[in-house]
């Protein structure tokens, strides 16, 4: 069954109020954003590098804030969570909201970056290819599945220009989902959805002053070496 535009937007509006720092939106004629991930992945399908200024401007404002010039690594990193942000939020949170499954085709989403940060500030999804799924787990499974869908052409196209493995890549698109999953579960007092140890790190330890987040992977690894030396 096909949704409206209108019954979505009360969902996209809850998603808004709740999540705080992005603004989901209902695509309507001459509503398009800047960034379209239709184009994103069309470039990167071509060779090219679409997202090359976006992370100038993240390490561009993270020089600004930490007083250095910040690796090519963190902003890679940044860039590659954040865009998955972008298509895993607005799906993570309609599914858990209910009923509905949104489109993660890339020609129907677009969004725009803060000009301070280049944080992603808002996202438009298409109504066209929102579905309407009552039951709450197969909804949440379509709404992943489309998601892969999307992500995965993402990090297979991504180049940055510093070296991302594949644990990095395909860790980033389950974090990402994890994140957003997690998120919206508390907002809404939905089934809890366990906390799980981040499978990716975003680098950001390597910046003056910061340190791993408290679900890095580096922190397990850490760990773990710390344990086998006092062993041995």
Not at 67 to 83: C, D, H, I, K, T
Not at 87 to 114: K, M, Q, R, S
Not at 139 to 154: C, K, S
Not at 176 to 188: K, P, R, Y
Request: include cysteine; aromatic fraction near 8%; charge should be negative.
């Amino acid at each position: 069954m096909s949704s409206s535009a209108v019954d979505l937007e009360s969902v996209t509006d809850l998603i808004t109020a709740r999540l705080g720092y992005l603004e989901v939106l209902v695509a309507r004629w001459g509503s398009r954003l800047p960034w379209s991930c239709e184009d994103v992945l069309a470039a990167q399908d071509r060779g090219e590098d679409p997202t090359g200024p976006w992370r100038d401007q993240v390490r561009a404002s993270q020089g600004a804030m930490y007083g250095v010039r910040a690796p090519a690594q963190v902003g890679a990193a940044f860039v590659l969570q954040w865009y998955l942000g972008v298509v895993a939020n607005p799906l993570a949170w309609a599914a858990v909201i209910g009923p509905y499954v949104l489109d993660a085709a890339p020609e129907g989403i677009t969004f725009d970056l803060a000009a301070d940060s280049w944080f992603p500030c808002a996202v438009s999804v298409s109504p066209s290819g929102a579905l309407v799924e009552e039951d709450a787990v197969r909804r949440r499974e379509q709404a992943h599945a489309r998601y892969l869908d999307h992500a995965r052409r993402f990090v297979d196209g991504y180049r940055p220009g510093v070296k991302v493995g594949s644990r990095q890549r395909n860790g980033m698109i389950v974090d990402a989902w994890q994140m957003a999953l997690e998120a919206a579960s508390a907002a809404f007092d939905a089934e809890p959805v366990p906390p799980q140890m981040r499978q990716a790190c975003c680098f950001i330890y390597a910046l003056p002053g910061a340190q791993a987040c408290a679900r890095c992977p580096r922190r397990v690894v850490r760990a773990s070496a710390e344990s086998a030396a006092s062993v041995s």
